[in-house]
């Protein structure tokens, strides 16, 4: 459930037409949105016309404005910044659209997250855009203004920042001031003149004052707009204006008090009643304003306050929504009080909260009723909407639910203990879960198995599933989420969604890895089936992320390409496509196209910053620092990996640790630096002072990606020391414990890790004097890497592995393997004459025009057979062309009807053409 936003709070609010002019303030602000860098604060007490001011301001401004009326419940940083990127969007589409994305995350996001996307779309638009906050006095939460305080801080000159506040924001006011940054409009300047008091009361109120009355009346008030205007509905009717205006002495807030009295007495009991029973309410509509009061006439009774300039503003341009002036506000609630009982208040908030539930606003729904300590009836819409609010991110709004109501409502209810525990499992946060699991452990066991909700008892599968995956009990873990998944009703898409996640990472440490690839796709067929964009691509980037590691680069080609084609189209852009960005480029550095690899590189990085992780800016300089080292260009190189290791010390990476840590030692040893290369595998426990050691491996091991690389970096430590003349007997060793990681890395498919030990392995055969066995490594390399077209991890190896290949080439050892690759391979060496022949690859367009219901593209092999069915070649036929067995042709072909969803070579063919698969 998407949390329903107010459009209301985004309309500008209506000037009157003969609305007194104040052009010296407009003026004023005007020239303060055309200072680069520069924000305006207006800032006064309660009814000095600012809202007003800003008004005529914009109507001045002659362009759109993103505009936001503030009021308490946007202390939740979530819908703070929801109100703020969608007022955005209603000038420009493109800005935020991350950033609304990642509001809808779990995870709680770094404070300048979000004014980070802010000021980078804005540059990257190249957009002017005015943005108006107003009643920011109404935001308490620290999150908040160090949020603001940053993006005021990191200013673009293309946005320019109008906030209106009763009270100064905790913000560095003076070192903004001290730079010339910061255009102030405050009480002093917001005050009536006696000229604009003037216009106000005789033409505005339609009043007949002298100007001794008017200066008086000026004098008194200080020049408050609202005291003026109460003063003014006061002395309507009266016959001693001057004895009135006399009579009125003191400070602001006894005239104000004195003022607000006596419009409310002149009033018929009826409207007065209106007036306080509709306090309650934030903001207001007949049929709300019906449902709490019982008055039929409502939308008239609301035009009537209106016109009557009884501090009721409009909201919107159809007069459906109105609201309060604060003050107004305050002292009818106050009255309120006075005039009714405890009994009378609390049935109207109860009927407000139920004329929120009906429209599908649950969260004012809960306000009311916890607000009427109706904890039941709270404790009823908290079952229902704190789930859709947790997987929206609204964790801030939920846990203070949890805080009002009183336990024993809630300690009962399966539904809000499971969401609390979910809220809390999703941060990670154990111990906070602890308690609701433990409640449902006892209302789940107490319960009898046959009377127990579907819904209730799978949602209750999935999440001690999750807490087992978190514990490490792979097994336990996945046997309970496909129980889930088979109790859970069908259209029950979010919990669904989580379990299959879940249950994919479960699948992969099992090395199960069909199912992960099945549960992948039911998580991108589930989001499919909501119209759930981004839980889509978070389902393909975890496909694309493990077919990676297994070296399948044609069908992450595949699956990446076609899903940026729906973002781009969508206009969708998060931290989960970032990750596809990152996986598309090191597809293109696998094949050596390393400006594409750069290009999209760099794109990763930028939106991943958006969204405030690390990873995509560490392995950038991870990527950098290995194109230098290929490049010659070491000092370069070395300097990419000292930034990857101070942006790790500030901000820990997820995933890309190890990357770090292996082109660290390879960069070490290509600058002589050997204490600095086995000083970065110390901590992982690998030794080489007095022979030797490392981290044992059984021999049934499954080595997963990140170990297979600090294996190789060992390895490779070992290799440049018998190079400079260390003992070369921990070769043999090293020859041993390749074996090891060539047969632990096969059993995870991680077929670069494998390519990579196996071409290590060759040059310290070669070292030892083993040239026919580093000769047999080499070629194995060029059969296993052949079909997807790897070429980098050759040219990493530098010239030793240059040397193979000639070698090969010329002694003409290769066998099966195409000439061609090898001579591509080798043109890609620095100092290679020419340069590799560009791998034929699909199109994007091809990709875009694929069927989305395809999720696991056909790789580059079954490619091959299918365009030769689609020749009319028989299995015979292929299987002669192709090289292979009469079965592996039959296995491809199986496998090419179930991806296609088709059961014959005609079907095939025509399923093939329509997805733009043959030539």
């Not at 198995?449 to 209750?460: C, I, Q």
Request: aromatic share 8%; with cysteine; glycine share 6%.
């Amino acid at each position: 459930m998407s949390v329903s936003l107010l459009s209301t709070k985004l309309h500008i609010p209506h000037t009157r037409a003969n609305a007194v002019a104040r052009p010296r303030l407009t003026e004023k602000l005007l020239a303060g949105v055309k200072r680069p860098g520069s924000f305006v604060l207006l800032s006064g007490p309660a009814g000095f016309g600012k809202t007003t001011l800003l008004s005529e301001f914009v109507i001045e401004l002659k362009r759109p404005v993103a505009w936001v009326s503030l009021d308490e419940a946007d202390n939740d940083p979530i819908r703070f910044w929801t109100y703020l990127l969608t007022a955005c969007q209603s000038i420009r589409p493109e800005i935020g659209e991350s950033g609304l994305v990642l509001l809808q995350t779990p995870q709680p996001l770094p404070e300048e997250t979000l004014p980070t996307i802010l000021i980078n779309d804005l540059v990257r638009l190249n957009a002017d855009l005015v943005i108006v906050l107003d009643d920011y006095h109404t935001i308490q939460n620290q999150t908040v203004h160090s949020a603001l305080s940053f993006l005021l801080d990191h200013l673009p000159d293309k946005l320019h920042l109008v906030i209106s506040t009763r009270v100064d924001p905790p913000w560095p006011l003076a070192r903004f001031r001290a730079r010339d940054r910061l255009i102030e409009i405050r009480a002093v300047d917001l005050r009536f003149t006696t000229d604009e008091a003037a216009a106000f009361l005789n033409e505005v109120m339609g009043l007949n004052l002298s100007a001794e009355d008017v200066a008086a009346l000026e004098e008194r008030t200080e020049g408050w707009i609202a005291s003026l205007q109460l003063a003014a509905l006061s002395m309507k009717g009266r016959g001693d204006v001057t004895g009135f205006i006399q009579a009125f002495t003191g400070s602001h807030i006894y005239v104000a008090e004195y003022l607000i009295e006596e419009v409310l007495g002149r009033q018929s009991e009826a409207v007065k009643t209106f007036l306080m029973q509709t306090s309650i309410l934030g903001r207001l509509n007949a049929s709300l304003c019906e449902a709490v009061t019982g008055y039929a006439e409502s939308q008239a009774r609301l035009r009537e306050l209106y016109q009557t300039n009884l501090f009721v503003s409009p909201l919107d341009d159809e007069g459906q929504w109105y609201r309060y002036h604060q003050l107004f506000a305050d002292l009818l609630k106050a009255r309120l009080q006075q005039t009714l009982s405890a009994d009378a208040i609390t049935a109207l908030h109860q009927r407000a909260a139920a004329w929120y539930e009906q429209a599908g606003m649950m969260p004012e729904a809960i306000e009311h009723a916890l607000t009427a300590s109706d904890y039941s009836h709270a404790a009823q819409l908290i079952e229902k909407a704190a789930m859709p609010m947790i997987l929206n991110a609204y964790f801030r709004t939920v846990e203070g639910w949890l805080q009002i109501t009183p336990p024993e409502y809630l300690n009962e209810s399966p539904r809000a203990n499971l969401a609390f525990a979910w809220m809390h499992l999703m941060r990670r946060d154990v111990t906070q879960a602890a308690p609701h699991l433990e409640r449902l452990q006892a209302l789940f066991s107490a319960a009898n198995g046959d009377d127990l909700d579907p819904a209730l008892h799978g949602e209750w599968l999935a999440l001690q599933s999750l807490l087992l995956g978190m514990q490490g009990k792979v097994g336990e873990s996945t046997d309970l989420a496909e129980r889930a998944l088979k109790i859970l009703p069908a259209d029950d898409a979010q919990v669904r969604t989580v379990t299959y996640m879940g249950l994919a990472n479960m699948y992969e440490q099992r090395l199960d890895f069909e199912r992960a690839a099945a549960a992948m796709d039911a998580i991108v067929r589930n989001a499919r089936d909501v119209g759930d964009l981004t839980s889509e691509v978070l389902g393909l980037s975890l496909l694309g992320r493990m077919l990676l590691q297994q070296g399948a680069l044609h069908s992450v080609y595949e699956i990446t390409s076609r899903a940026l084609q729906r973002i781009e189209h969508a206009g969708l852009f998060s931290p989960f496509s970032a990750t596809l960005y990152g996986e598309l480029a090191q597809v293109h550095y696998h094949w050596h196209q390393l400006e594409e690899a750069r290009r999209y590189f760099s794109r990763s990085v930028e939106l991943s910053a958006l969204g405030g992780f690390s990873d995509a800016e560490i392995y950038h300089s991870v990527f950098l620092s290995r194109l230098f080292q290929m490049e010659g260009d070491l000092q370069a190189s070395a300097q990419e990996i000292e930034k990857a290791l101070v942006r790790m010390r500030t901000a820990a990476p997820a995933f890309v640790r190890e990357e770090v840590v292996s082109q660290k030692v390879s960069i070490s040893l290509a600058l002589g630096h050997f204490d600095a290369a086995q000083m970065a595998l110390k901590e992982y426990g690998f030794h080489f002072d007095g022979g030797f050691s490392y981290p044992e491996l059984a021999p049934d091991a499954a080595i997963p990606h990140p170990v297979g690389l600090l294996y190789n970096s060992a390895l490779r430590i070992l290799l440049h020391k018998a190079r400079a003349g260390g003992k070369r007997q921990d070769l043999s060793h090293g020859i041993e414990l390749a074996e090891l990681l060539i047969a632990g890395s096969s059993r995870c498919r991680h077929l670069p890790i494998v390519l990579q030990t196996l071409l290590l392995r060759s040059q310290m055969q070669g070292v030892l004097g083993h040239e026919q066995a580093g000769l047999e490594d080499v070629a194995k390399v060029l059969e296993l890497a052949g079909p997807e077209r790897f070429i980098s991890v050759f040219v990493e190896e530098g010239a030793p592995i240059a040397e193979t290949l000639g070698l090969l080439l010329k002694r003409n050892l290769l066998g099966a393997i195409s000439p061609d690759y090898v001579r591509d391979i080798l043109a890609a060496f620095p100092g290679a004459h020419g340069k590799p022949s560009a791998r034929p690859v699909p199109s994007a367009g091809n990709a875009a025009a694929a069927d989305e219901s395809l999720i696991q593209p056909l790789t580059s092999r079954e490619l091959e057979v299918l365009q030769h069915i689609a020749d009319g070649d028989s299995n015979q036929r292929i299987a002669e062309e192709l090289v292979v067995t009469l079965s592996a042709v039959k296995k491809h072909t199986g496998n090419i009807f179930k991806k296609l969803n088709v059961s014959s070579r005609t079907q095939a063919v025509l399923r093939a053409r329509k997805l733009g698969l043959l030539a």
